[in-house]
């Protein structure tokens, strides 16, 4: 390999932009095994990897590909799933440049190790295949509120310890914000589904439409099951509190992606999923659930889309991958600008948004520059459909009935940050219900922090 090639990352395949955003089918196609040998072939295979470090479930990232290299793609799908159990998801969504490919030694003068492409490769080539040791926890219960990434990872570890595992799920399918908020041209659902089946095969039980907090209660599963978990995500949104939020065509991101991606509206007629059609979209914020919403619309069959943020693109928290492939669909971004109010017709449906204009002055608390309305600088700017991704908040439906249950000063649980037990013993949570909305590796994580614990205590 030339020096070149070692610095310069293989590229993802993908679909093209002019015919993908007219599709929900995946956008980066993955790697062949020649450009993942390639790849892999790259990694300097450092004495003390950073890349490991940079990982918050400390995947021993430089030994999985060191497998991929020797083509032993079983023992390398074993050497990841040591520490994470769905390496087929965290592949596709994790954002791996501020994490483990941020610290690759090779992105200081080339392009890091793709790692997630790498991680993603060899679990689609090994499949789910979680490994049965049902020994430990024989005959002790668990049950595990919520069915997202924290609670799927907090019932791998148990089941795999031989705990009997069950979830309740408020929605009609497992999986949380993977099957209702990332879309599928991101996140296929086979890819979700085949890692839930591996759990069922686990002998994990799923209870759909039981809602914590109504049809079950914490207090009672206590009765029932040696420990409790609770994962159940921050999903109230946010609003943006100016006049004419509530008229017709004006969503929140949440709504709008669970209408399209849990409800399958982008599969009509087959699915006859009721969904605001927008022929000029504008959404608001500039996160990975804007870019989602964003693209999204764009299949939907808009016309046009526009981003609206009130800072900069360089101010953007979405991940530059999502931006850049929004923008070459055709997603249109309007800088420096925040709503105002909106207005409509006189059957009350959304004809146009006003947008103060604003400029950047001091940084504020979040070290972000704060943005300034500049003085009368306004504009009105047509438009049929409003997605607000502005961000979101715990839903207070568990919080609220269950007595003990110590919350921290934004609304979340608080829980002991070694074993993610909560003020009631034997009841853990952990994933966005603890952190605020984060990241799905980081749920993982307090999933299976919360599950070691449970099988420590009561193996
Ligand atoms: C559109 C979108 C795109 C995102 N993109 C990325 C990305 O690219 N990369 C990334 O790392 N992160 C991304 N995130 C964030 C990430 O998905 C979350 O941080 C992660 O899913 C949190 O996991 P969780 O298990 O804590 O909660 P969730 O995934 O929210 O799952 C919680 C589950 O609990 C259920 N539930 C809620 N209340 C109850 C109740 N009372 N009773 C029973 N069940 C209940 C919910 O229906 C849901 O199934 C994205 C988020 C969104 C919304």
């Known amino acids: 390999m030339t020096k070149e090639n070692t610095l310069t990352r293989i590229p993802m395949p993908c679909q093209e932009p002019g015919i993908r955003s007219k599709n929900f089918e995946e956008v980066a196609l993955g790697y062949s095994e020649d450009m993942a040998l390639a790849e892999a072939g790259r990694c300097l295979q450092c004495k003390k990897p950073l890349c490991m470090q940079g990982c918050p479930v400390e995947v021993p990232i430089r030994d999985f590909i060191a497998c991929v290299v020797a083509r032993d793609y079983a023992k390398a799908y074993e050497k990841i799933t040591s520490s994470n159990s769905f390496p087929a998801i965290c592949g596709r969504v994790c954002p791996q440049e501020n994490q483990c490919e941020g610290r690759c030694i090779l992105g200081k003068k080339g392009s890091p190790i793709a790692i997630g492409r790498l991680e993603r490769f060899v679990a689609d080539r090994a499949g789910a295949g979680a490994k049965v040791d049902k020994v430990l926890g024989k005959g002790k219960r668990v049950a595990c509120i919520g069915s997202g990434p924290a609670s799927l990872s907090c019932a791998g570890v ?124 504008t959404v608001f914020g500039a996160g990975n659930v804007a870019m989602d919403a964003a693209r999204t619309a764009l299949r939907m069959g808009a016309e046009s889309v526009n981003i609206v943020y009130r800072r900069t693109r360089a101010e953007m928290p979405a991940r530059k991958e999502e931006i850049e492939h929004a923008e070459e669909e055709g997603v249109a971004f309007t800088m420096l600008s925040a709503p105002l109010c909106f207005t409509g017709d006189a059957e009350q449906k959304l004809c146009s948004v006003k947008l103060q204009k604003m400029e950047l002055g001091e ?97």
């Open 158 to 281: 148990c089941a795999r310890n031989g705990f009997d595992v069950d979830m309740y799920e408020a929605m009609h399918e497992a999986g949380g914000v993977l099957v209702y908020g990332i879309p599928s041209f991101r996140l296929p659902k086979d890819v979700v589904a085949r890692e839930i089946e591996g759990l069922s095969r686990l002998g994990v039980r799923f209870f759909m439409n039981y809602v914590g907090g109504r049809t079950v209660s914490v207090e009672d599963l206590r009765k029932e099951y040696d420990a409790v978990f609770i994962g159940v995500g921050a999903g109230l949104p946010v609003f943006l509190g100016v006049p004419g939020e509530n008229l017709v065509g004006v969503f929140s991101a949440n709504e709008y992606l669970t209408r399209v991606n849990l409800g399958r509206a982008y599969r009509f007629p087959e699915y006859d999923t009721p969904v605001y059609p927008g022929r000029h979209v």
């Open 363 to 459: 940084p504020d608390a979040s070290g972000r520059r704060r943005p300034v309305p500049i003085e009368g600088a306004c504009v009105d700017m047509p438009t049929d459909l409003a997605i607000i991704a502005l961000g979101t908040r715990s839903n207070p439906v568990l919080l609220q009935a269950t007595p003990g249950l110590s919350l921290n000063d934004r609304g979340y649980i608080s829980v002991d940050e070694n074993t993610g037990e909560t003020s009631i013993a034997n009841v853990f949570a952990g994933g966005d219900i603890v952190t605020g909305a984060a990241t799905v590796i980081l749920a993982m994580g307090a999933g299976r922090r919360a599950g070691q614990e449970i099988v420590r205590r009561f193996a």
